[in-house]
């Protein structure tokens, strides 16, 4: 069977080396770069990625210290402007003048910042259940448990811990899908144990509040007034609540929401409501 892409690395400003998935699709149409959550990696993106790539090209980085991209050595660096500097470090060597940037949760924060830095170069965007606002307890319970469950042993008990942590998002979970979200969270080690696929320190820089910016978030969200944008919300989700997206909706009228049901923070965007309504979106582009 054909890989659906090919996995290919890159290397950072600094010297470290990146990894991104690219996807092949139809030139005559501007690229979709998938950006992932605070500790996640490009595989949350295979079943959007193969469908999108049918229509066009599909970018899916892993930022530094997650999955097969390097660790970065000074924790320091784990904050969304080093991110963005990466990011655009890739476009810039793919030669991608444009993008849709489709973003989950820190992905999507990605979306505001990286339109604010250089407008012009994302031409729609897609943020899932996140938004320049966040509710404090959801947050809270994010960064508590960022980089803090611990190794194991077996399979099965990596995905105890992560059913756990995550089944506040996904209550109506099957066995399988648990065991496919766990494949995705952890990395088998030399061991024969089982780790997490990021770097721990990921958790730390985020309890630290580490960020380098200074941009009022607002502000950010306020340069996609002339962005096609849509917000894909979970409705169990304890960051973005319905409060804070009639706030969006205020600042950017035509702002398109779109809710996924019985999802939390954040859904994988392989839920049917997500799928059809990004894809109308997209068409509408």
């Not at 295979?46 to 991209?69: K, Q």
């Not at 966040?134 to 994010?142: D, K, Q």
């Not at 939390?264 to 799928?275: C, M, N, Q, S, T």
């Amino acid at each position: 069977m054909t890989k659906a892409y090919d996995g290919r690395y890159y290397t950072a400003a600094d010297g470290l080396r990146l990894y991104y998935r690219d996807y092949a699709g139809p030139s005559d149409s501007v690229p979709a770069l998938c950006l992932p959550g605070l500790t996640r990696n490009s595989r949350d993106f295979a079943a959007l990625a193969e469908w999108l790539s049918g229509e066009r090209r599909v970018i899916c980085p892993e930022f530094r210290g997650r999955g097969n991209s390097a660790y970065d050595p000074d924790w320091k660096n784990y904050h969304p402007a080093q991110y963005a500097t990466d990011t655009w470090g890739l476009l810039d060597e793919l030669a991608m003048d444009r993008v849709v940037l489709i973003g989950t949760s820190l992905g999507g924060w990605m979306a505001m910042l990286m339109n604010y830095q250089q407008a012009g170069r994302i031409t729609a965007a897609v943020m899932n259940d996140i938004g320049p606002e966040a509710n404090a307890g959801g947050i809270a319970r994010v960064t508590a448990g960022a980089g803090r469950l611990e190794k194991v042993s077996t399979f099965n008990d990596a995905i105890a811990q992560v059913k756990i942590f995550y089944e506040i998002a996904f209550p109506d979970w099957h066995d399988e899908q648990w065991r496919s979200y766990t494949k995705t969270t952890y990395r088998q080690t030399d061991d024969s144990g089982f780790d997490l696929n990021f770097d721990r320190n990921i958790g730390h820089a985020a309890r630290e509040g580490v960020s380098g910016l200074t941009v009022d978030p607002w502000d950010l969200f306020d340069s996609l007034h002339d962005v096609p944008t849509l917000v894909i919300h979970g409705e169990l989700s304890d960051i973005l609540t319905g409060d804070i997206i009639l706030k969006m909706q205020h600042r950017k009228p035509d702002l398109q929401v779109a809710g996924v049901s019985n999802r939390g923070h954040a859904p994988l965007l392989d839920e049917k409501e997500a799928v059809d309504a990004i894809a109308i979106f997209l068409q509408a582009l």
